[in-house]
């Protein structure tokens, strides 16, 4: 039977995870809307509770799981983008913990301190996962990687990377004891070319927000690294940053 009403508790349901933190984090559960934002769900293990499909708009074949049939109505209501395909997953969140990471020889890690903006956090994924950065990190606890805007503008991209949670203090710790190189972007003096750091090597870059930068704890904890630029401006977009440092990890390991 075909859902037809807004009132519908499934509805609402569905429309409060799209837009309280504080109820999809209670509730362990997020949204994915999209054919291909659900076909990497499912490609790197995570567990679908049910779908929302709208037939009229849907044209890819229905995955195994419960499915809820909506009119075109009740998909525009809770579709979070303009066209997304027809489809809305439920998925199960999964709980990660920085000490489970067992990073290679030459691990390359993204660390971003406070990152402000959904979209921005998302853009990021998007960079490590293409340019294979071994996990991205987030040191505040306020990030939310379920956010429907972060799995949108990563394009899924979210689900087949290695994402973390932790404390500045817990993040230093474990950098040191795996024989991390660490390396920060505070501008000064110290700051030598992203071009002249080793990646061959454990390394991680840390970026702090696009207001303030890095925090005083990371003074003085790595080398300093800057993007060489040549124009007036002296900064970037953080999702840009991260993504020329991501290539350049990249570039050096394939040599």
Excluded at 127 to 149: H, Q, R, W
Excluded at 185 to 196: C, G
Excluded at 225 to 231: E, W
């Amino acid at each position: 039977m075909q859902i037809e009403s807004f009132q519908n508790e499934k509805i609402k349901n569905i429309t409060k995870l799209l837009t309280d933190n504080r109820f999809r984090k209670k509730s362990n559960v997020f949204v994915v809307e999209g054919q291909q934002e659900n076909e990497r769900a499912l490609k790197y293990d995570f567990e679908p509770v049910e779908y929302f499909i709208c037939e009229n708009i849907f044209k890819g074949i229905q995955p195994n799981g419960k499915i809820h049939l909506v009119s075109d109505k009740v998909y525009e209501k809770i579709a979070y983008r303009g066209s997304s395909e027809g489809i809305i997953g439920v998925y199960k969140t999964k709980e990660t913990s920085l000490k489970d990471f067992n990073p290679k020889d030459n691990s390359t890690v993204i660390i971003v301190e406070g990152v402000e903006k959904p979209g921005n956090l998302g853009a990021i994924l998007r960079s490590c996962e293409a340019f294979g950065v071994d996990a991205l990190i987030v040191t505040d606890t306020k990030a939310d990687f379920y956010n429907p805007n972060v799995i949108r503008s990563s394009v899924g991209c979210l689900f087949g990377m290695e994402v973390f949670q932790a404390e500045n203090e817990e993040v230093l710790e474990y950098l040191n004891k795996n024989n991390f190189n660490i390396y920060t972007t505070i501008m000064d003096e110290t700051a030598e070319d992203l071009y002249k750091r080793d990646f061959t090597q454990r390394s991680a870059v840390l970026f702090g927000t696009e207001h303030s930068g890095l925090s005083e704890f990371w003074t003085g904890k790595g080398k300093n690294t800057l993007i060489p630029m040549v124009g007036s401006i002296d900064s970037l977009n953080l999702s840009n940053a991260v993504a020329i440092t991501c290539y350049e990890a990249l570039r050096q390991k394939k040599g």
